[in-house]
């Protein structure tokens, strides 16, 4: 794998695991009907992002030993705590916290790609 798809995949499994936490109130009834209740599951939620992150990882070490910037890592590691505690507001704040803790995880990948391309003005501005 290259830098450039790590960092798209761990963008893609991110907006996947919003989607599953977004949706599965409104298709969990349908999943259990069907016997894919499992979908709906604390765990799998929690591997979901725990691979998330460990991708994220991953993709952004190697960017940092190439551009030396340390705040990607710092926006994803904070991207996945408040996504971690997305309970912490209860049942009406869990949509808007699922979207600014994935928001922030997707916002330093691209900002890892971007560095990694040399487009240091656009990345730049985000650290500012």
């Known amino acids: 794998m290259t ?3 790590i960092d798209k995949t761990g963008m893609w499994v991110t907006t996947l695991c919003a989607l599953h936490c977004l949706l599965l109130p409104v298709i969990l009834p349908l999943l259990s009907m069907i016997g894919l209740s499992f979908i709906g599951e604390e765990i799998l939620e929690r591997v979901i992002l725990g691979t998330s992150i460990i991708l994220g990882m991953v993709a952004l070490f190697i960017g940092m030993r190439q551009h030396m910037k340390a705040y990607p ?3 994803l590691l904070a991207g996945g705590v408040i996504y971690w505690h997305k309970d ?15 928001s922030m995880i997707i916002a ?5 790609l971007r ?3 040399g487009n240091t003005a656009i990345a730049d501005a985000v650290s500012e």
Do not use: D, T
């Open 108 to 112: 330093a990948h691209w900002v890892n």
């Open 73 to 75: 890592i710092a926006l």
């Open 115 to 117: 560095l990694i391309r």
């Open 88 to 102: 912490s507001l209860g049942e009406m704040g869990e949509p808007i916290i699922i979207l600014l803790g994935a």
């Open 3 to 5: 830098k450039q798809s």
